[in-house]
């Protein structure tokens, strides 16, 4: 069985960080692309980051572009979202995802349908 487990979420002040860890058990990640998503309250689930299996690959929402980061450790089957300069309209929950398996090493997505398998999400709230 697989299974996505988020953690790293919390409440930050505007313009403070945090990371977000995606730790995957069940199956190794090694040809997933993964990716992050958010919901705000309200709102639909929206794409935040993704990043190829390779690593080599990555994509990301404009409203993030610049202040967060995604990276994986395939060795440690866990993906990351580094969160910089957090803006309250960053306040959602946030959910890990896996879409796979591929050969190519450089598919990505931003689309959540072909997603496989999710996580039950981590709560990030930023206040003003």
């Known amino acids: 069985q697989v299974q996505l487990i988020e953690s790293g979420g919390g409440l930050v002040q505007a313009g403070g960080s945090l990371r977000l860890n995606c730790e995957v058990s069940g199956r190794t990640i090694n040809r997933y692309a993964m990716g992050w998503f958010r919901q705000a309250p309200g709102k639909e689930r929206s794409f935040v980051a993704a990043i190829s299996w390779s690593g080599g690959n990555r994509n990301y929402a404009d409203s993030v572009k610049g202040r967060f980061t995604i990276s994986r450790d395939n060795a440690k089957n866990t993906v990351y979202l580094q969160m910089n300069s957090l803006k309250p309209e960053d306040t959602a929950v946030y959910y890990c995802?896996?879409?796979?398996?591929?050969?190519?090493?450089?598919?990505?997505?931003?689309?959540?349908?072909?997603?496989?398998?999710w996580g039950q999400g981590t709560q990030v709230t930023v206040s003003s």
């Open positions: 995802a896996a879409d796979g398996p591929y050969a190519d090493p450089t598919r990505v997505t931003r689309l959540h349908t072909p997603y496989d398998y």
